[in-house]
């Protein structure tokens, strides 16, 4: 096996599992915003375990990159990596993957910064992270070698059907309390809750 193949394949796994990563981190985020939790998973632990899931959904999404790049058969250049819609194979496929995941570095970014921009300039990016989510869904529907696969379309719908299984019942929540009943109640809960 050569290091181009190893790339290859690298390259398909990292992709696959950034995928899963990330949307169970949105999973995790929907659910922090309804407010759920339980005794046996306090409030601390969903919200750490989400942040925790977060930077590892990052970091092999920023792996798979870099796996791309190394790989000769991809064709694809380090600018065409940070800039969306450069590159020479399938711009838009490409690009709305480095957009997805540069939406996603953002709402990090600003979430380790919460602190100091305040709650409310915080909550409006973090909103964002689903547009990053469906960005990334689409990404690899769009260029992932393996979609028609079976075992990718199942990946691909559980990972939509679990997200979007609680983003439904979020919105019907914020349509119900009002986008200004929502903050204050978020607001109220943000003192120790970091994701």
């Known amino acids: 096996m ?18 899963i990563l990330l949307s169970l981190a949105a999973a995790m985020g929907l659910a922090l915003s309804m ?32 796996v791309l790049w190394l790989d000769s058969q991809s064709g694809l250049s380090a600018l065409s990596l940070v800039i969306p819609f450069i590159s020479a194979w399938d711009p838009v496929a490409v690009g709305i993957g480095v957009l997805g995941l540069e939406i996603t570095l953002v709402v990090w970014l600003t979430t380790r910064l ?9 909550q409006v990016i973090h909103r964002t992270a689903s547009v990053g989510w469906v960005l990334v869904i689409a990404h690899g529907l ?3 070698t393996d979609t028609r696969a079976t075992w990718a379309i199942v990946t691909y719908a559980a990972c939509a059907g679990m997200v979007m299984g609680l983003m439904v019942p979020r ?14 109640s978020d607001a109220r809960g943000a003192g120790s809750a970091h994701s």
Request: glycine share 10%; no cysteine; charged share 15%.
């Open 2 to 19: 050569d290091l181009n193949t190893v790339l290859w394949i690298l390259g398909r796994a990292t992709g696959m599992v950034g995928v």
């Open 114 to 122: 919460r602190d100091r921009m305040g709650y409310r300039l915080w």
């Open 35 to 66: 407010k759920a939790s339980s005794p046996r998973f306090p409030r601390w632990l969903t919200t750490d375990l989400h942040r925790y899931v977060t930077i590892l959904a990052v970091v092999v999404s920023v792996v798979h990159l870099v």
């Open 171 to 184: 919105m019907v929540i914020s349509n119900r309390t009002g986008t200004r009943g929502a903050v204050a």
């Open 142 to 144: 769009m260029a992932g």
